[in-house]
């Protein structure tokens, strides 16, 4: 029984290892997609005269055929959110063997 214990233990380490390699793998892969086309987002008139600053964050799923499929706003100030997603429509990635997901950030600053 003893021994089988010890077998136990290497398989839950072996399994272990695996799984970490494969979320390094997978970050890896994900760092690697290329963006073909992108659009920045406008700054918009309200944004302006309100002289907003401020970042948006977005996190995008990007499908096999390298077109967003998905985003989910992360944070930012409403005002600004709009205009990049609007810019989010314009992206392409290379395109890879499956999803991918990412996540972006868009900063704005007002006009001198």
Known sequence: ???????T?????VLWLVGI??????GQA???RKVLAQSQPEYPELA?????????????IIGADGNIKNT??????????????EALKK???APSGSETT???EFNFHPPN
């Open 1 to 7: 029984m003893r021994e089988r214990g010890g077998v």
């Open 9 to 13: 233990k290497r398989l839950v380490y």
């Open 21 to 26: 390699c494969f979320c390094v793998a997978t």
């Open 30 to 32: 994900q760092e690697a």
């Open 48 to 60: 302006k005269r309100l002289r907003l600053a401020g970042a948006v964050k977005v996190q995008v």
């Open 72 to 85: 989910k706003v992360l944070g930012g100030n409403p005002v600004l959110v709009e205009s990049t997603l």
């Open 91 to 93: 992206w392409r990635y």
């Open 102 to 104: 990412t996540t972006l």
